[in-house]
């Protein structure tokens, strides 16, 4: 099971990235998914999470309505489109497995992890 992320990078504050996470090893569909952060110094957070059918997704306060959770089951691959982005957004984006259907805004019941990717927009 191996869950692996990309899309991180170097963008202007505004700017947008498309993260991507890409699962082998098993397949996501029966899985509802999950991206969350952590800033240099502090503990990892939500960002968003999406059903396993792709029709449920839930955002934290700080990213909504600029954030966009989805996914592309076919492909096995989940995406987190990020738009609009602030130096707050600066973070290791990890992306989660949860071996339910339903989403879920708790780290602790999510039960494969990727790697992370680094997002840092300055200046």
């Known amino acids: 099971v191996l869950l692996v992320e990309s899309g991180g990078g170097l963008v202007q504050p505004g700017g947008s990235l498309r993260l991507s996470c890409t699962a082998s090893?098993?397949?996501?569909?029966?899985?509802?998914m999950g991206w969350f952060r952590q800033a240099s110094g502090k503990e990892r957070e939500f960002a968003a999470t999406?059903?396993?059918?792709?029709?449920?997704?839930v955002y934290a306060d700080s990213v909504k309505g600029r954030f966009t959770i989805s996914r592309d089951n076919a492909r096995n691959t989940v995406y987190l489109q990020m738009n609009n982005l602030k130096p707050e957004d600066t973070a290791v984006y990890f992306c989660?497995?949860?071996?339910?259907?339903?989403?879920?805004?708790?780290?602790?019941?999510?039960?494969?992890w990727g790697q992370g990717t680094q997002v840092t927009v300055s200046s």
């Open positions: 090893g098993f397949t996501l569909e029966d899985y509802a």
């Open positions: 999406i059903s396993a059918s792709g029709l449920s997704t």
């Open positions: 989660a497995a949860r071996s339910k259907t339903y989403t879920s805004r708790y780290e602790n019941e999510y039960v494969s």
